[in-house]
């Protein structure tokens, strides 16, 4: 039986899923969709981060539109309704809600008080700008959409950052992915890593562009980037 956490924000409810490790009290990771809702996808993702000895939060970001979403990509039809409420998505409540996930994921029973966030294409880009808008201890971009239009808030991230491009990631182009460097190779605590050949979403398990060498070579840099910073 799945486990929810109710998190309250100003406007309403909304659900997170809860994924638990073997031993506890455990650092908590806040977990960050992609435009397909807390699917399969994440809850595989979900299930190996508490593998490693993590507490997982999983928020559902599209609660305003459609609570409880788990979309395929396998399905046009989920295509279309995704990016429909990709296009209509508050980014900067979507933040807002981040933010509190990652407060509530201090206290949440088991957890030892450290809070790690994580996340894919839109769930990237929310992780990102809430490393600039909370006090998670650390972060883990992967290929996060638009964040060429928000690294100003780079300034402002004060916590570990790891983030991971797709060289050849067809909606983070080669113009895009030079502004990301530009404005954060100096940041003394943001490491950035590009996979030539790669593209969006290579890393999601089950997904079309999925890489099995690179994204095992991705997913081992965050592990121990997390275990450097949560253990």
Known sequence: MSEYLTI?????????LVARPRSEPAPAIVLIQEIFGVNDGIKQIAGELAAQGYIVIAPDLFWR?????AMSEASPENWEKAFGFYNRFDFDKGVQDVVATIKAARTIDGANGKVGVTGYCLGGLMTFRAMAASDADVGVVYYGGGTDNYVAEGARIKKPLLMHLAGDDEYIGKEAQAKIHDALDGHPLIQIHTYPGRNHAFARPGGDHYD????????????????AHLF
């Open 8 to 16: 309250t924000v100003p406007d309403g409810d909304f659900q997170a």
């Open 65 to 69: 539109f459609e609570p409880g979403l």
């Open 212 to 227: 099995e060498a690179d994204a095992k070579l991705a997913n081992a840099r965050s592990a121990a980037f997390f275990k």
